[in-house]
Nanobody, 119 residues
Framework: QVQVTESGGELVQPGGSLRLSCEAS????????MGWYRRTREKEREFVAQ??????NYGDFVKGRFTMSVDNDMTTGYLQMNDLEPEDTAVYYC??????????????WGQGTEVTVSS
């Protein structure tokens, strides 16, 4: 089993910045990808960002405002969010695809961390 834990969500004013963290632990042989998704009032699930062994990509709405980074083994990741807008208000979820020591790959999700952008 793998546990995924997000942190860092809070209330922030429009134009402000926030950094979210994601930690994966448990039976991990290798992390294939780590990513962020969010649930807004309008969308059940919206892709935010992902880093995998083959590259990095972002959702169209990001427009250079967010930057995702990970540590060397991708068990810890960060989402730096700048120039936040009220439309960024959402619950942000971390997603991890990892393989255990039997090389069985699965998807895991955290419980989410809430970001509220409001004055």
């Amino acid at each position: 089993q793998v546990q995924v834990t997000e942190s860092g969500g809070e209330l922030v004013q429009p134009g402000g910045s926030l950094r979210l963290s994601c930690e994966a632990s448990g039976d991990i042989f290798t992390v294939n990808a780590m990513g962020w998704y969010r649930r807004t009032r309008e969308k059940e699930r919206e892709f935010v960002a992902q880093i995998s062994k083959i590259g990095r990509n972002y959702g169209d709405f990001v427009k250079g405002r967010f930057t995702m980074s990970v540590d060397n083994d991708m068990t810890t990741g960060y989402l730096q969010m700048n120039d936040l807008e009220p439309e960024d208000t959402a619950v942000y979820y971390c997603h991890v695809n990892s393989a255990d020591h039997k090389l069985d790959s699965r998807n895991y999700w955290g419980q989410g961390t809430e970001v509220t952008v409001s004055s």
